[in-house]
């Protein structure tokens, strides 16, 4: 499994060769969602379910607070379903919020 920069995931997914999945429970996007960027809301518990929206074309890039959460999906991802095209965006929101939001303050 791939561990990506928010920055990168920011790029891959303007150039549409990536899709941001945000696996955070609804409450938690209500609190801070993703900026400027396009990408599908399944809460982790729901992926299972929505395993077959998923297909293995896509590069997939997981993305929870901190990137624990969507590193466990991951690997469950690779393990119980064969996925190949599972990444985890670092840091997770946390590192959006860093990386990405302080660099559009200093514009």
């Not at 690779?78 to 965006?89: G, H, K, P, S, W």
Request: net charge negative.
């Amino acid at each position: 499994m791939k561990f990506i920069p928010p920055l990168e995931v920011q790029k891959l997914v303007a150039n549409n060769n990536a899709t941001l999945i945000d696996i955070r429970e609804k409450y938690e996007r209500d609190i801070c969602k993703v900026c400027k960027i396009e990408g599908v809301h399944i809460p982790m518990a729901e992926v299972p379910y929505k395993i077959n929206e998923l297909t293995e074309e896509n590069q997939f890039i997981l993305m929870c607070k901190t990137g624990k959460r969507a590193e466990a999906l991951g690997n469950v991802l690779e393990v119980d379903y064969n996925f190949t095209n599972i990444a985890v965006m670092e840091n997770g929101i946390m590192g959006w919020i860093a990386e990405v939001e302080s660099n559009l303050e200093s514009y």
